[in-house]
């Protein structure tokens, strides 16, 4: 098995702004942008209290069931533009079910961030992990589109708040 995760900070506001990117908009994205950060800021509050309120409840895993699953506790929470998928940032949820009936060896697990950092080296990694011929790795690699991801932090009005930031870390602390 081959996991490849994004740095959950980046993740989470990459697909708020990938959300609005994929559906039509009452209001046009480009007037939308500007208010993005604020926007994101303001669900993820939300988001965070509601999950921590489901908590004092529910089990962890029937809050990102009920999250995920989109159900009447946090229903209000996804709207189609500036989706917040806080659950599906919880990476460690998730590996710690999988790894209690699979084991450990075969799983590779990689970041976004190390793919984009050095391409070569990590899919070097992944070639080894599922025993591919040095010969197929050349021709592969060849013919490999080194796709980037989306990054709104070259434009300071559209940065992530550092208050929402600092949220971000304590929650996933």
Same mark, same amino acid.
Request: net charge positive; charged share 25%.
């Given at each position: ?51 921590? /309120?489901?908590?004092? !409840?529910? #089990?962890?895993?029937?809050?990102? /069931?009920?999250? #995920? ?31 209690? !009936? ?30 591919? /011929? #040095?010969?197929? !790795? ?36």
């Amino acid at each position: 098995f081959i996991v490849v995760m994004r740095e959950p900070l980046s993740m989470l506001y990459s697909w708020f702004w990938y959300s609005c990117s994929r559906v039509k908009q009452p209001v046009p994205l480009r007037d939308y942008k500007l208010k993005g950060p604020d926007i994101f800021h303001e669900r993820i509050v939300a988001k965070v209290r509601s999950f921590n /309120s489901c908590i004092i !409840v529910f #089990s962890l895993e029937k809050c990102i /069931s009920e999250m #995920s699953t989109n159900s009447k506790l946090f229903h209000s929470l996804m709207p189609k533009c500036g989706e917040t998928v806080l659950e599906r940032a919880l990476y460690y949820i998730y590996i710690q079910k999988w790894l209690s !009936v699979i084991p450990r060896e075969r799983f590779l697990f990689l970041t976004l961030e190390e793919l984009s950092r050095d391409w070569n080296q990590t899919t070097n990694r992944l070639w080894k992990f599922i025993g591919v /011929s #040095s010969f197929a !790795v050349n021709k592969c690699t060849k013919a490999t589109n080194k796709q980037k991801a989306v990054d709104y932090t070259n434009d300071p009005r559209l940065a992530m708040r550092n208050d929402t930031r600092n949220i971000l870390k304590g929650f996933f602390r």
